[in-house]
């Protein structure tokens, strides 16, 4: 490690294998309004006790103390983090912590259009969109509810109001969307969308349809080679996980997020935080650090900084094939991706 927390801003968070840590993904609720088949069990699932939940000014000072360190992008996930009462004053909190440029939000969009104008008050510029499908019936088989035109409805006003960039997250389901990954991508075309194409880790809720071998980002290249070829746009891999690319002349992008074909282990610059309390060190493998306990029982700046430092620290360098495979299996819908 090479940061201590008493650090100047912007100072750069390293882990044990010189990879550069400057992503903080925080989940503020495991729950969800939605069922997504690949994601959320159906039926009942057990929440986490309101006293669990981190509080938002404890959030906040975790964030604060992670921009000291060299966090300089958070990324608000969930669940669903807009079904969380007040979720808009955290995003207030962490608006104006020094260091952190870049504070985003990944959302089933259900909720989203009604908060629109006080998100871009707040100055939140970038919303990251789930949508698997552009079919309403369809959209209530994955999702376990009939909210696609309320969904389209708010990316149709978050692109009105200049929100930018607009990402569509798309989640590749081998007989259930890959008839409509090419529309999906042509959106691209039409929209100014950067649409994203997520391989689906293996995860179906019980009851939903077998799905034993997922589509692959090749698959789904040759699925949408008709529209043209893609352009890279960008430089790969430096901003994250997505390859992304552009289809000559279109206003919006394409990506590839493909977590089980490509490892990108190589390029990780991020530690999650959970609803819980728990820094994750890797989406995929189970270490995790508890800073809530510490952070409960007053500790120090300092002392919460080394908390941070030590989850950075326990990264691992990649993880195996077979942990890909394996994804993180039904807690996908906890962790938030
Ligand atoms: N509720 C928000 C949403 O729907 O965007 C945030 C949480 S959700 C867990 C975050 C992202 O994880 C979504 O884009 C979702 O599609 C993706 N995701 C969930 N389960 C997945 C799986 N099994 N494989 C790949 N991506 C998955």
Known sequence: MTRHAEGPLNGRLEDNHKRHINYLRISI???CNLRCLYCTPRGRIPKLPHSAILRYEEIARIAEIGARLGIEKIRITGGEPLARKGFDDLLEKLVIIPGLRDISLTTNGLLLERHLDRLRDI???????????????KYARITGYNGFHQVWSAVSAALQKGFSPIKINVVALKGINDDELKALAALSLDYPFHVRFIEQMPYFAPGGPENATPLSEADIRSIIAPLGNLIPAGEIHSRGPADRYRIQGAPGEIGFISPVSHHFCKWCNRL???????LRSCLLSEIVTDIKTPLRENATDAELARVIIAAVGKKPLKMTDAEHKAGCGSRMFAIGG
């Open 123 to 137: 100055g939140i510029q970038r919303l990251n969109i789930s949508l698997d499908t552009l079919d309403p019936e």
């Open 272 to 278: 999650r935080l959970t609803a819980d309390g728990l």
């Open 29 to 31: 609720t495991d729950r």
